[in-house]
């Protein structure tokens, strides 16, 4: 599986998903601009030790991402989505897209993929689940509905 953050802000954020990643066997893309140093103390305080483990890449736009992998099956994080992300059957190669936290993917982003967009059930009246809790949930369902590939 991999995981791409289009412009993460929150470093503890990124550090928790490089330690998930590392865990799973699940590449991570970066997407600049990132709101903090990959030097940051916050980030590899979450994911030192697992730091090594990690296939890690850079890019400097999504769009860079998509010319990479033409091939590649991406999904779509956002709250704005109508389908919940129970309801798709996730490949083991997939490609799962989350934005940055304060404003999540844009609407550029989201528009061009309406049909592969797709959402955590949550409550109304509560803006949005932390990032890194909302790439462990979907990514283990990918990693679930695949018989978790490498895992055992």
Same mark, same amino acid.
């Given at each position: ?27 991570? %893309?970066? +997407? $600049? ?12 305080? !979450? @994911? &030192? ?36 992300? %129970?309801? +798709? $059957? ?12 304060? !404003? @999540? &993917? ?47």
């Amino acid at each position: 599986m991999h995981i791409v953050l289009v412009e993460p802000e929150i470093p503890a954020n990124t550090g928790n998903i490089s330690r998930t990643c590392a865990v799973t066997g699940s590449s991570l %893309h970066l +997407v $600049r601009p990132l709101g903090f140093s990959v030097d940051d103390k916050s980030l590899k305080r !979450a @994911g &030192l030790d697992y730091w090594h483990l990690l296939d890690l890449h850079y890019y400097d736009s999504f769009q860079e991402v998509r010319d990479q992998y033409p091939q590649g099956n991406f999904w779509f994080l956002t709250t704005k989505a109508q389908k919940n992300y %129970h309801t +798709v $059957r996730f490949g083991p190669d997939d490609f799962l897209v989350f934005g940055k936290e304060t !404003a @999540g &993917l844009s609407a550029e982003i989201r528009e061009a993929n309406a049909e592969h967009c797709l959402r955590i059930p949550m409550g109304k009246d509560i803006r949005s689940l932390n990032l890194s809790n909302s790439v462990a949930i979907v990514l283990y369902e990918a990693l679930r509905q695949n018989n978790f590939p490498h895992l055992f």
